[in-house]
């Protein structure tokens, strides 16, 4: 009876042998099917991952291109501030240059003005003076001599010798 149950045992492992190649043989073909899967998943990924390489290659490139441009528009503009600044620093020194001679030429004008008015008799000066504007009256007197200035306001009337007296003194 042992012989029977160790004939059973042994046709039990042969049987259960027999299996498990059959098993084995399974998961062999499995696992070359799942190969043959990932090496494709792989070529796919390497696809990919050479796209994204060239993508970043194209992108870096087209990134200093675009770099370059703008450093040349930051040069044309840096050179047009300059020409800029220095146009507005040649119009500030013709417009004082101007300012000045403007101011020349009205001193001029007025020391012509008050030799007339020096050489006039004082009535005379007076009538044209009071018939003038009060500050305009005054800036030619100022630049009359202090006697003459008291002949003239004499003759004029005393309200009108009081107010050019007093943008005199201002």
């Given amino acids: 009876m042992i012989r029977i149950i160790v004939l059973f045992l ?7 042998a027999a299996q498990t190649d059959d098993k084995l043989f399974e998961c062999t073909e499995i696992f070359k099917q ?8 792989l070529e796919r990924i390497d696809e990919q991952k050479q796209s994204l390489n060239a993508l970043k ?7 200093k291109e675009k770099e370059k441009r703008l450093a040349l ?32 030429i009205q001193s001029t004008k007025l020391n012509k003005i008050a030799q007339t008015f020096a050489k006039m008799k004082a009535g005379s000066a007076a009538g044209i003076l009071s018939d003038m504007q009060p500050k305009e009256a005054a800036a030619i007197l100022q ?21 050019l007296t007093l943008l005199l003194a201002k």
């Fill in 57 to 63: 290659t194209a992108t870096e490139a087209l990134l």
């Fill in 73 to 104: 528009k930051e040069e044309k503009i840096k050179e047009q501030l300059e020409t800029i600044t220095k146009k507005e620093a040649s119009v500030k020194k013709m417009l004082q240059e101007n300012k000045k001679v403007l101011q020349e």
């Fill in 143 to 163: 630049s009359l001599k202090p006697k003459v200035v008291g002949k003239i306001l004499a003759k004029m009337e005393p309200q009108k010798a009081s107010e």
């Fill in 34 to 41: 799942r190969k043959s899967e990932l090496l494709v998943e």
């Fill in 10 to 16: 042994i046709l039990q492992q042969l049987l259960s």
